[in-house]
């Protein structure tokens, strides 16, 4: 079983920046893919980002590409989201995810608030 703890969320001005940790139990962490995901009020969850098992592959949505980097240690069995030049629709509940051995993202932590004011 796969346990994740996000946290680093918070409130923060326009422009202003804030690192997200997700924290992950179990022995998976290291072979499984890792994905960031938000969802604001009254939308869908979307994705943000996603790293590879070793970290030499990221990818990115079109809206934070530039401004958001996406990252892994896989000692400490934890994923990293920072986050730069943040804009008020980047508020949203941001979850982390785990696909183990790039599958489906079949684990997901409980989320963490992010708030940008304008």
């Known amino acids: 079983q796969v346990q994740l703890v996000e946290s680093g969320g918070g409130l923060v001005q326009a422009g202003g920046s804030l690192r997200l940790s997700c924290a992950a139990s179990g022995r998976t962490f290291s072979s499984s893919t890792m994905g960031w995901f938000r969802q604001a009020p009254g939308k869908e969850r979307e994705f943000v980002a996603a790293i590879n098992w070793g970290g030499g592959r990221t990818y990115y949505a079109d809206s934070v590409k530039g401004r958001f980097t996406i990252s892994r240690d896989n000692a400490k069995n934890t994923m990293y989201l920072q986050m730069n030049s943040l804009k008020p629709e980047d508020t949203a509940v941001y979850y982390c995810?785990?696909?183990?051995?790039?599958?489906?993202?079949?684990?997901w932590g409980q989320g963490t608030q992010v708030t940008v004011s304008s």
């Open positions: 995810a785990s696909a183990p051995r790039g599958l489906a993202y079949n684990y």
